[in-house]
């Protein structure tokens, strides 16, 4: 009988898939491998919240690690996985030159959730409409985690945008990068005949942990630029703001005099969503895919999108609703859409289709466990064809491997 093969899953934090689309793809992924009789091992140096998901229910073991520190090399020695998956470049980072030390047979993956740098240099330059600019790449942020794409055996990428950037901006090679986006069974969509209609749905809604920058800006943004034009045209209508990890300065811009509500963590997801007419994101930056956006899909509720917000998701198909990232054309457009049962009955097909085309985890999964199983016989050459990684892996190997020594040391001494 062949031994069941080990995926050793290294995580910045314990997956959140009702905090944020990072904490539902991670947990995508390993089901997936689950269903590939793949035995999944989570290990992190964090600690579990009110909100981690319970691995065990998936039949995954969990490992609490620790960083600098080598107890990792003789865990990991003994454990000999087949697949290490790192679930950000931190993360590989932090432990890849290790894996690459103690089990040089492990395939080394990588998923970027989305590219980290990308994000961080959008906010920074907003004046730059282009998706990419080289000026990205001065960041510290950028040469990290390209440098950990290039050490990686295979970096899974979200979004087709980004796979393009690395590929075509920066000449990554293809073979190191794969493109899996948001993947959902059939039974993740809701059927049309069981949502609320047009007419007994009401009322706007935002949805976006408050951890995350973009999602805050876009709050700002709504109550301040958006929303007082729109509830003009819309007097009875209400907007809705849901967000994980809402501070009291987050809470404290709900506005009730002017329908603007500010709310925590959306428990209910599907239902909640289920009930609203419009979805907002007026992300002004950001990267990968909007998890926000493919929950109104699934749940048949439109949406009013930035071209930031809609990067990725619609290759070309028509949205869920409309692309606008002027403030008089957003607001116009919002208006619109929340009034007009046709246009908003043809959006909500349009979001289904989307899914069902771009995110469906049958069109991505025999690819993804074929293209596992053709690096384990090819792993060598793979490797050997990849300069830069070999390169970059030998340098950390040194240069980190002595400044984490002389961390460990120094944490026994104190």
Known sequence: MQQQKIVLCIGFVYPEPSSSAAGARILQLLKMLIDADYKIIFGTTASLSAHSFDLNTLGIEVKSLKLNDSSFDEYIFRL?????LFDRFMTEEQFGWRVAKCCPDALRVLDT???HFLR????????IKASFSKTFLKSDVAKREIASIYRSDLSLIISEVEFNILTKELGIDASL?????????????????????FETRKNFVFLGNFMHPPNVQAVQYLKQKIWPELSQKLPKAQLHIYGAYAKPKHLALEDQKKNFY????????????????????????????????????????PCGLSSIAAEGLFGRLPSNGFIEDDLESFVFKSFQLYNEKDPWETAQNDGFNVLLKRFSRSEFESLFLAKIDQLFKQLDNHRLKNITGLLLQHHSLQSTKYLSKWIEAKNKGS
């Open 80 to 84: 000999n996985p087949s697949v290490v």
């Open 113 to 115: 959730e989305d590219l």
């Open 262 to 301: 500010v709310s925590g963590r959306a428990e209910d997801l599907d239902s909640l969503l289920s009930s609203y007419r419009l979805l907002l994101a007026p992300l002004e930056f950001g990267a990968g895919l909007k998890g926000k956006v493919l929950d109104a899909m699934r749940n048949g509720t």
């Open 120 to 127: 961080k240099a959008r906010g920074e330059n907003l004046d």
């Open 177 to 197: 990068l794969f493109y899996i986006p948001f993947i959902l069974d059939p039974t993740e969509i809701q059927n049309p005949k069981d949502l609320l209609d």
